[in-house]
């Protein structure tokens, strides 16, 4: 058991000064006063400092992204330290370019593992092509019958993509949102969007000419350019829920987009960001021949939360959403996920006024004490 004291708790909703009770990887009260009523409990003074939900990052190469430039440039599994150093206590893993010497076995056998070493994980099948790579050979299957795996993975307007038909979206669609209205998940269609002049053409055509609600697609890595984002800003207006990505460029950043955002008149809750963490970003000259490449940390989510904290003055029940809330209703996992209440998990952040992270608490095991790691993954 554990007894937070005296903490100025965020649900992200700002709900003052509490005690929080944590049991069974629950919290199980939260008053303005809880005694100790056994030397068993652990007590955590908060006292001048904040309590905010675990971030939920659900763009996330847990197995490894990257091959984009022959074998060795395949970026390695994520181990379970660099997650909780960023403040991650739910994930969503997926494969990207390389589904031929990665499978979605392999991602599904690395969410287990993440989840036996203490954190939350979700996944989708596919990947960047076409058909669906999967485990059952059926997207529907996958996404019914496994218990990790939520939605499925495409690309779309990009030289690496598999130029789908709008008759193959729309199937694909339609399978991602029948399997999760069966099994009770997400069921959802995320979208790799590219650099490609035709940006979300084929996604406004699948939804125009289709009954397929707007919100079983997901585009992300939208802020990668203008003339995306600008689509991207008109499909959250409609409805649609738009996911930024962490570290593209500067003037796209998600604080500078989301700031634009809200000038603009865009529905707020319908914007989620993630990091693509552990995934290769890459450059290419006008022949298509890579240039440059690397790989993105996961450590993004929690900068950008710290930056629209410190460098635009946003409060946190502004700031938090995005990376908390509503990252948790859009991938139906909500309230269980990405808020403070009695009966949620207790995966839970205590920082400081500067966002410096001091805590992480997973599934009510700490995992970070006092800014230092004390759990770590298997073979770290």
């Known amino acids: 058991m554990l007894l937070i004291k005296n903490i100025e708790v965020y649900s992200p909703v700002k709900l003052g000064v509490k005690d929080v009770l944590i049991t069974n990887g629950k919290v199980t009260l939260m008053e303005d006063e809880i005694e100790a009523f056994s030397p068993e409990i652990k007590i955590i003074d908060g006292r001048g400092k904040k309590l905010v939900p675990g971030l939920i990052d659900n763009h996330v190469h847990i197995t490894g992204g990257g091959g984009e430039g022959s074998f060795r440039t395949r970026v390695p599994e994520i181990p379970l330290s660099k997650l909780i150093e960023g403040g991650i206590t739910t994930v969503v893993g997926l494969l990207g370019t390389d589904s031929t010497t990665r499978s979605v076995e392999n991602l599904v056998a690395k969410a287990k593992a993440l989840k036996e070493e203490g954190i939350s994980v979700y996944a989708h099948t596919g990947s960047y092509g076409y058909p669906s790579v999967t485990i059952t050979g059926s997207v529907k299957k996958d996404i019914v019958f496994i218990d990790e795996i ?79 984002l600008a689509e991207s800003f008109q499909y959250a207006k409609r409805g649609g829920l738009i996911d930024l990505t962490c570290g593209l460029y500067e003037d796209l950043s998600p604080t500078n987009v989301i700031a634009r955002a809200e000038k603009e008149g865009v529905p707020l809750e319908n ?110």
């Open 150 to 228: 939520i939605g499925v993975k495409i690309a779309l307007s990009d030289h690496r993509a598999p130029s789908l038909t709008k008759a193959e979206l729309a199937r694909l669609a339609s399978d991602a949102r029948v399997a999760g209205m069966i099994a009770g998940k997400a069921g959802i269609v995320v979208a790799h969007m590219g650099d490609g002049a035709e940006g979300l053409g084929l996604i406004n055509q699948v939804l125009e000419e289709t009954e397929i609600p707007i919100r079983t697609i997901r585009p992300t890595h939208v802020n990668r350019k203008q003339e995306l």
């Open 271 to 380: 914007i989620t960001v993630s990091s693509d963490g552990y995934g290769s970003w890459s450059k290419y000259d006008e022949y298509g021949n890579l240039i440059k490449i690397g790989a993105s940390s996961v450590s993004s989510l929690l900068k950008e939360l710290q930056s629209m904290v410190l460098n635009l003055g946003w409060g946190l029940e502004k700031a938090l959403p995005f990376f908390t809330s509503n990252v948790a209703k859009a991938l139906n996992i909500y309230p269980k996920k990405g808020s403070i209440s009695k009966n949620n998990d207790a995966d839970l952040l205590i920082i400081d006024d500067e966002i410096n992270l001091l805590y992480v608490i997973s599934k009510g095991r700490v995992m970070m004490e006092d800014g230092e790691l004390i759990v770590k993954g298997t073979y770290e």
